[in-house]
């Protein structure tokens, strides 16, 4: 009874809080206006000239494969692969996929979808989404790399810590909830047929029972696609407002003291706390502030990489709108974004204690180039993340053909008999 009254207690707290910080928002807003349109222009800005082209290709096309089958292909093509790895079903790795190559919010979207198609259960769900819903690399290379920190180098470093930490957090997130219901295999269809048979089968009967015209489907993924970036839009275009009425209302400044007295245990410099407040809001913003920050270069570069994989909680309020119509849970994922902050940060340092120069072999040409904020970007953005994509999606093939392979092999024992 105890616990029911405390949470009483909470409940009401938070319906008290909730309003009065809307209030304050407007308040805000009326009292800055012309700092508040100056910011919601540049968040739409930003929406219009990189995440729309970046996303909208990707959010109608992930969901047509999915109404045509081809998820349900890769589940059972790819569940060996899957879940001793991560502990979830072989579906993930389209997201999995689909989430590296594009960045967030599409490995939250497509888990989402995967949970309401019932391919996945709430459990792992939230294991899929903690190590799915990544930056991509253009932003991470082009605009982090490039545009804030002027070394391409750099950008290598930052991208391979960010992936090498994201799978990390995949591996750790497989024992969370580990002894619940897992979600039973795709039909097998017999022991004696091969797996490409037994995908492919798989992938019929999905088509024919989601059963829509080809028609329907393409209308339904791409108003639903652009519900969903409109929503996104809404985020960005907030937290674009609510940090700058922040930063201009000196609110920002009163966190300032704490963050440098916790940056000093870790040793480092304190001309990274504005980064780290702004940052803990939208990770442009705090990369941004880190890059021009006075600290030494590879205290900047972990800072960076930390925020990255943080992701802001204009990215966490993405997330929640996008799995808001399922059981999925916002905090185990909030968990493992700050999880996979400290291993980047840490993972970013070790790498910086190797030579530099080396990593510049790595670079691939076309991430080499800060985004530019024209029209002339769409294609360009579309097609990086394309490339991407292909190319994490024949590295998970491979893996899985690999992993059949080496499944299929009889090791015949020998075992002596005493008589």
């Not at 009401?12 to 508040?36: G, M, W, Y």
């Not at 045509?68 to 790819?78: A, D, N, P, R, Y």
Request: glycine residues 6%.
């Amino acid at each position: 009874m105890n616990l029911k009254n405390k949470y009483h207690k909470l409940s009401k707290i938070n319906q008290l809080l909730l309003p009065a910080l809307a209030v304050v928002i407007t308040i805000s807003i009326v009292r800055f206006p012309d700092e508040a349109f100056d910011a919601a222009l540049n968040g739409l800005d930003v929406w219009f000239t990189i995440v729309l082209p970046a996303l909208l290709p990707f959010f109608i096309g992930s969901q047509l494969l999915m109404g045509l089958g081809v998820v349900h292909f890769m589940g059972v093509l790819l569940e060996p692969f899957m879940r001793p790895l991560f502990n979830v079903p072989g579906a993930g790795s389209f997201v999995m996929a689909m989430g590296l190559a594009s960045g967030y919010p599409v490995g939250a979207m497509l888990t989402g979808k995967l949970v309401k198609r019932k391919l996945c259960n709430t459990w792992e769900g939230e294991r899929l989404m903690s190590f799915s819903n990544t930056a991509d690399p253009l932003f991470m290379v082009g605009a982090v790399a490039v545009g804030m920190l002027k070394d391409v180098r750099l950008g290598s470093i930052i991208a391979l810590a960010h992936y090498i930490s994201t799978l990390m957090v995949g591996l750790l997130m497989r024992f969370y909830a580990r002894n619940k219901e897992i979600t039973p295999a795709p039909a097998t269809y017999g022991p004696q047929q091969g797996i490409i048979l037994k995908a492919t089968k798989e992938l019929l009967r999905a088509r024919k029972e989601d059963n829509r015209p080809f028609g329907k489907l393409l209308g339904d993924c791409i108003k639903d696609s652009v519900n969903s970036l409109l929503l996104i839009l809404g985020f960005i275009m907030l937290f674009s407002v609510v940090i700058r009425i922040v930063t201009v209302a000196g609110l920002i400044n009163i966190f300032i003291p704490f963050i440098q007295a916790v940056l000093k245990i870790f040793g480092l410099d304190s001309s990274l706390a504005p980064a780290v407040v702004s940052g803990f809001f939208e990770t442009t913003i705090g990369c941004q502030l880190a890059s021009n920050a006075s600290a030494p270069l590879s205290q900047r570069v972990i800072m960076v990489s930390s925020l990255i994989a943080w992701s802001g909680l204009s990215v966490h309020f993405q997330v929640m709108s996008m799995v808001s119509d399922t059981d999925i849970k916002m905090i185990p994922y909030v968990v493992a974004r700050f999880i996979h902050s400290i291993l980047a940060g840490f993972v970013t340092y070790v790498m910086l204690k190797m030579p530099v120069g080396s990593f510049e072999s790595l670079v691939i040409p076309a991430f080499a180039m800060s985004p530019q904020f024209t029209s002339t970007s769409w294609l360009y953005i579309f097609k990086i993340s394309t490339q991407v994509f292909v190319l994490l999606f024949i590295l998970i093939l491979f893996a899985a053909v690999i992993t059949h392979l080496v499944k299929s092999l009889n090791i015949i024992g020998f075992k002596v008999v005493k008589k």
